[in-house]
């Protein structure tokens, strides 16, 4: 039996319970904890044994596997929470984590829509048709709030407030957050709730989206629409639900949104994760100047 078996279950249940993860969150730092646990028994080192230079000799199996430096600043922070749980508990004596410095990673830019192929992509859908409304709904929707594709298709009819014109999201960890919307998203829904959920819509369903079927729209599903439409709007890149999140951002960036009220609304708890947006505006400024700028 593994060293290090009970007391990532310990662990993980701590997560769980104390800090509200998502199971997809829980999930990822199991996998990364339980692949190191393989390597340092591998290695028959135990956890009271573990040093500085055992984490780095495990990055640097992990540079020499062609595994990115980003994806490697990932586990190290997954086994820094780890290790210091360990220790604050007094399960180890020393936190092997402490010294090691995270591989540097470059953030690369998110893929974004131009304001004109968001247009494009909003129009895609026929809305006179049951399908054709919803879809065009869902795309509003994602685009007006910066939703998560996972917020979008939970959302619920309660979290929805047509008059105020805002949506009151569950996001990562639990947390409540509410979002404006503009006249264009609160029409549209408006619209949907009239004329397409009634009838697809069982007693007691909760779930603002819904399928022909009557179930809850999935992340699949809504991926699957995205990449119809995408096509229909002759959208030449590579489109995910995602990317009207990251449009949805850079534009409002573009047009002097301060950088507060942009984490704000998309939910992020640190602004160095919203700040990469800025690098986006940064990069067409600087375009801008290469192409005009008489010494550009």
């Known amino acids: 039996m593994s060293n290090y078996s009970s007391i990532i279950d310990i662990y993980l249940g701590h997560i769980?319970?104390?800090?509200?993860?998502?199971?997809?969150?829980?999930?990822a730092y199991a996998g990364d904890i339980a692949t190191f646990a393989d390597y340092a028994d591998n290695l028959k080192i135990s956890p009271e044994a573990l040093t500085e230079q055992d984490i780095s000799n495990y990055l640097i199996s992990l540079s020499k596997e062609g595994?990115?430096?980003?994806?490697?600043?990932?586990?190290?922070?997954?086994?820094?929470?780890?290790?210091?749980y360990l220790h604050k508990e007094k399960l180890i004596f020393?936190?092997?984590?402490?010294?090691?410095?995270?591989?540097?990673s470059g953030r690369s830019l998110p893929l974004t829509l131009s304001?004109?192929?968001v247009e494009r992509l909003l129009e895609a859908p026929d809305p006179s048709t049951l399908r054709g409304l919803r879809d065009t709904t869902m795309l509003h929707t994602m685009y007006a709030a910066g939703l998560r594709v996972s917020e979008?298709?939970?959302?619920?009819?309660?979290?929805?407030?047509?008059?105020?014109?805002?949506?009151?999201i569950t996001g990562k960890g639990s947390k409540r957050r509410l979002i404006p919307i503009g006249e264009w998203a609160v029409?549209?829904?408006?619209?949907?709730?009239?004329?397409?959920r009634p009838i697809w819509a069982n007693p007691e369903e909760p779930h603002v989206f819904l399928t022909h079927l009557r179930k809850p729209m999935t992340r699949q599903g809504f991926w699957l629409i995205v990449k119809k439409y995408t096509r229909t709007a002759n959208i030449d890149k590579p489109l995910s639900p995602h990317k009207l999140?990251?449009?949805?951002?850079?534009?409002l960036l573009d047009r002097g949104a301060d950088l507060r009220s942009v984490q704000a609304m998309l939910g992020h708890v640190?602004?160095?994760?919203?700040?990469?947006?800025?690098?986006?505006?940064?990069?067409?400024?600087?375009a801008i100047h290469r192409q005009h700028h008489p010494r550009g």
Do not use: C, W
């Not at 020393?94 to 540097?104: C, G, I, L, Q, S």
């Not at 979008?152 to 009151?168: I, K, P, Q």
């Open 16 to 27: 769980k319970v104390e800090r509200g993860l998502s199971p997809k969150t829980i999930e």
């Open 67 to 84: 595994i990115s430096n980003r994806t490697q600043a990932r586990v190290l922070s997954s086994l820094r929470g780890f290790f210091k």
């Open 94 to 104: 020393h936190n092997p984590t402490e010294e090691v410095n995270a591989p540097k």
């Open 115 to 117: 304001v004109e192929e």
């Open 152 to 168: 979008l298709v939970l959302m619920r009819l309660v979290d929805v407030d047509l008059e105020a014109g805002f949506l009151a």
């Open 187 to 196: 029409e549209m829904i408006g619209h949907y709730l009239q004329k397409v």
């Open 245 to 251: 999140r990251h449009s949805f951002a850079t534009h």
């Open 270 to 286: 640190d602004i160095s994760t919203t700040q990469i947006y800025t690098h986006v505006t940064t990069a067409k400024i600087v």
